[in-house]
Structures are given as structure tokens and as C-alpha cells.
């Protein structure tokens, strides 16, 4: 059982639907917000996809923004809220990523407009009211019930077309937030069971997408992992595995999901030596000796990078992101310790397996 003496459950009045080819309910989505003005958001590689979109709206697009960047810069959100004021925008579309789940998120913060998500990888920020953004070379991270998105639509068609490598990497962010969640500090029984399911639905339907990656059906169960694990990132703390993906992410430039891929057995092998019975969950699903090989495994078997060389990462770099994962003391299972943090991050680096 999940139960435990005392919690503090918070869940957000979200509005989920599911299916394939659920995309095409959007103008309905609008309106039952009571929104006439919508404005679509894509990336530029996804604006085929906005067209799509307001092509459903008919009258209800009121415009198109596709310039939807990585990391949130503040000068886009800008002029992104600009135009949206410019249009008379009364709701958000953004169809794609983290990416423009965050310039969605980022125009809600400026405006209070409501949210419609339609997710295409499974990054799970769609789940979630924290929005991290950049500027000036800094990311800054913020906590706010406005950018909580309203109404997701989960639609199996649309992750279909999720190049192979990303489908993989993208998988093992959404797991990464779930495998964090299972010894959160402030967890909860139902973050705890959502932790549980979402790790599970990744473990039988990520091996059925790579073997047919048009298999609708197995493609939505790895959605259905997105949105549970998504929604425990929203709701308990996360550690040093986020710490240690936001510090690389952040000053080293390296790329989101495949970051997450890499570091993921290391920093949860790191901290299955203190709470193993917490992490017991992983074996349990995954099989292993431990959950930070459960997961290597997984990872080596589903192809996943493996190692940070392989993403950019120089090796003369990795005292300098120990120090940095180290600066700001923050709560994890076990103590965060600079020599120990040097040895995982030449571990990842090198694509060892996790000790
Ligand atoms: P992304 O949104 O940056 O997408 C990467 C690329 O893949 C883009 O060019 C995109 O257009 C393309 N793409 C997306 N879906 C596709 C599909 N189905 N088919 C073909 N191409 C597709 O990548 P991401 O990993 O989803 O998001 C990463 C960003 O999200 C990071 O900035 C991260 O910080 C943020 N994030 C935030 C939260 C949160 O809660 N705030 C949670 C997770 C991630």
C-alpha cells in the first residue's frame, strides 16, 4: 500500500481527454471554455501541424504563432504575448513539445488566457504549472497556478510521427519524473500509485512503439505514461536527478531529453543506496538487481544514449558542473556529496554502467 500517516494532496482541475484522433474535437475544446479567439502555437519544424489545427477552428483561429524555441527564451514570450494581445486572443493552442508547452505556459503567466495542450512527445510539462525560462543565458524555474494548463488533449496520431530517438529519450524523461517522485519528500498515496502506473505503461508499451512505431494503440499507452508521469512532477518535489539535468541542460548547453536518458540510472542508482525499499517499485516493474541497473538495462535495450560524450559534453567540464550541481544545497534521500557526484558524472559521462 501507498499509505502513509500524513499527506498533503493537491490536484489540479484539469480537463484530460484521450484517443486517437481526438485532435480533431478542438473546436469543441474551445468552445466549451466559452473561448471565440483562438491562437495556435507550434515550433517552426511543427508548423504543418498549426495549419492542421486551424484548419479544425475554422473562425475560432484568430492566428498562428510558430516560432516556439527550446528553453523559453523571455524575449520570445514577449513578443509572443504581444501578438496574442494584438489578436484578441481568448485561449491558447499549443500543439508540440516541452517547447511550446512553455511558450503556451509563458503567454498564460503575461495574460491569464486559458490553456488547451496537445502534446507530442512525452515531456509531461503539459501536466504541470512550472515553467522554466531563459534569460540572458540563465534558467530560472517558477511555480504558478496561472500556467497550469486547463483542458490536454492526448492524441495517439500525433506522437506517432516521433522520430525513433526521441521517442526513447522523451520516454525516459517522463520516467525520470515518475522514478524522482516514488521517494519524494512530500509524495502522497496517489502520486505514489501514479508513479507506479506510469513507470509500468512506459515498460510494456515503449518496446511495442519501437517495434511499430504506427501502433496507435501502444502509442497511446506510452501517452497515458506521459500524462501520469507528468502529473507527478506537478504535484511533489523532484531531487538530484532533476538538479543534475537542469545544471547540464542549463550551463553546458546540452539537449533536454537526451540528457534526461543518460543521467536517469545514474542519479537513481545514487540514491537507491539510501532508500532502496522506496525505489523497490522499479525492480519490481523493471526486473534488475537494483533500480539504477533496472533502468541501464531498460535504457541499453530500448537504445538509448548512454553516455554524456555522446551529447557534447567535454570531460574537462565535469568538475565544474559537480560544482555547480553542489552550489545550492536542496533536499534528496541521500546527502548530496561533491566526490560522489564528481564519480557519477564521470560515470555518465563515460556511459558506465551505473554503480
Ligand atoms: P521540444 O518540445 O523541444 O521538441 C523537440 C523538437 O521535436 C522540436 O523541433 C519539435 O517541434 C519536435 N517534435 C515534437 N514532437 C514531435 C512529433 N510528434 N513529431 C515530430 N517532431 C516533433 O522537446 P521536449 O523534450 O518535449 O521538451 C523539452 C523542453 O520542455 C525543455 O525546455 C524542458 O525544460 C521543458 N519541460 C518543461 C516541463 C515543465 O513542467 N515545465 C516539463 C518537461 C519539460
Known sequence: ???????????PAVRVRFGAGVRR???????????????????????????????????LAVGRFTEAAMHTPVDLSERATAYAREVGADVLVAVGGGSTTGLGKAIALRTDLPQIVVPTTYAGSEATPILG???GG????????????EVILYDAELVASLPTEMTVTSALNAMA????????????PISSLMAVEGLSAFKSALPKVLENPQDLSARGETLYGAWLCGSVLGQVGMALHHKLCHTLGGSFDLPHAETH?????????YNAQAVPELLAPITEIYGGENAGLALHDFATRMGAPLALRDLGMKESDLDRAADLAVENPYWNPRPIERD????LLQAAWAGDTPR
Open 1 to 11: 500500500s501507498h499509505f502513509r500517516d500524513e499527506f498533503t494532496a493537491r490536484t
Open 25 to 59: 474535437k478542438i473546436a469543441e475544446e474551445v468552445e466549451a471554455l466559452g473561448a471565440k479567439r483562438a491562437l495556435i502555437l507550434t515550433t517552426p519544424h511543427q508548423a504543418d501541424t498549426a495549419d492542421e489545427f486551424a484548419e479544425y477552428l475554422g473562425p
Open 133 to 135: 525560462q531563459t534569460e
Open 138 to 149: 540563465r534558467k530560472t524555474t517558477l511555480t504558478d497556478a496561472k500556467v497550469q494548463p
Open 177 to 188: 519524473h515518475a522514478a524522482e517522485g516514488l521517494y519524494a519528500r512530500d509524495r502522497n
Open 261 to 269: 536518458a543518460v543521467i536517469l540510472p545514474h542519479a537513481i542508482a
Open 340 to 343: 560522489a557526484i564528481r564519480s
